[in-house]
């Protein structure tokens, strides 16, 4: 029992030893309570091992830029920063002087727990909340906007194109390998440019410009979607393939008659189709890469599996019968108009929900 417990102690102190902390402490030229800090941290270097950055901030204007940002990135007021601050981890800010016990309590605290964080001061902490990527993104507005990405006349376009060289050459039997092959090729395509826009986006420093350049987007496209209720012409004016860009998409879809053929043909649509049908995904993202999580990352799994979903139940319905390729095409002739309106509607709620962002990034 003797020996556990002094096992113990040792392993306790082998951990102060061996944990080592990143501090930036931010202080000012003549600072008494800078000062102090100072020699207390000089102190505890000898319990602690630190690795430390010093920023002067009274006559160093970039570093004096640092401590604000930082006191934004904590969601605080920087007109109400000052010296001495600490930044702990990167995930903690330590503000003002405060006695040797407090910091070491802190230092332990972030040693144990690796997901500790908060705003700490002499006599008080407040948990850091983070934010959620998809606060005021539900469920059933990312599936009305994979929906209208999912029902988009450019997509029910290049199925009903696929579909008919599929018949002509094969016959119904042909008809489900090629469609599976074809939409599973696109799924793949769409998650990995997603997951690659919210890598560029999320690893830069114009998330924020990304948010709103995508938010003055977003307004634009709900608006051609619904004119193009009321004016339909093909092409740019509603968000559809553009015109001199189709040429390439059918020569891609006429020569896919075999299985390898018609995964380069669904390659080369997907490129094709994402001028006429990124409007949803890209504002979905926006929203997303304010924080990659989990949950995020669910999120565009669900938003794809809805964008591939009309096509699946195409090819089934194609393939037992129940519909075939002229009623489809002539499906999509006949409501096409209503399907731009539906999409120009909930186009203009996904802008109001990114101007809600927008705006409380405007407020901080």
């Not at 000089?42 to 160093?60: R, S, W």
């Not at 004119?227 to 040429?247: C, D, H």
């Not at 020569?251 to 049908?277: G, H, Q, W, Y």
Request: glycine share 8%.
């Amino acid at each position: 029992m003797r020996y556990g417990i002094l096992a113990f102690l040792l392993l306790l102190l082998l951990s102060h030893s061996f944990a080592e902390l990143d501090l930036v402490v931010y202080y000012g030229t003549g600072c008494a309570h800078c000062a102090r800090v100072d020699v207390m941290l000089e102190e505890l270097q000898d319990e602690y091992d630190f690795n430390i950055e010093k920023k002067e901030i009274y006559y160093d204007a970039a570093n004096r830029q640092d401590l604000f940002d930082a006191y934004i990135s904590f969601g605080m007021d920087p007109g109400e920063s000052g010296v001495p601050t600490i930044i702990l981890e990167n995930r903690s800010i330590l503000i003002g002087e405060m006695s040797r016990e407090r910091f070491g309590q802190i230092f332990d605290e972030h040693i144990s727990n690796a997901s500790a964080n908060g705003v700490y001061t002499a006599d008080s902490f407040s948990p850091i909340e983070e934010k959620d990527p998809t606060s005021g993104l539900t469920i059933w507005v990312l599936i009305g906007a994979a929906a209208v990405d999912s029902v988009n006349p450019c997509t029910i376009a290049v199925m009903t194109m696929l579909l008919g060289v599929i018949m002509g050459s094969g016959g119904r039997k042909r008809v489900l390998p090629a469609a599976l092959t074809f939409i599973g090729v696109v799924f793949i395509s769409y998650l990995l440019m997603g997951l690659g826009v919210l890598h560029a986006i999320t690893n830069t420093d114009f998330i924020n410009s990304f948010l709103i350049v995508v938010t003055i987007a977003a307004f634009f496209l709900a608006v051609l979607e619904i004119k193009a209720y009321f004016q339909y012409e093909p092409g740019f004016l509603s968000v559809e393939i553009p015109m001199f860009m189709r040429p390439f998409m059918k020569k891609a879809i006429a020569n896919a008659t075999s299985l390898p053929a018609i995964a380069f043909a669904a390659l080369i649509c997907s490129l094709v189709l994402l001028p006429c049908s990124s409007g949803p995904y890209l504002m979905v993202l926006s929203m997303l890469a304010q924080s990659v999580t989990l949950k995020g990352l669910l999120y565009l799994l669900i938003y794809n599996f809805v964008f591939i979903l009309p096509m699946l139940v195409i090819s089934g319905m194609i393939y037992f019968g129940r519909i075939s390729v002229d009623e489809v095409g002539e499906f999509r002739e006949q409501h096409i108009q209503k399907l731009h309106l539906i999409a120009g509607l909930i186009l203009m709620i996904l802008f109001l929900l990114l101007l809600n962002q927008v705006i409380g990034l405007v407020q901080l």
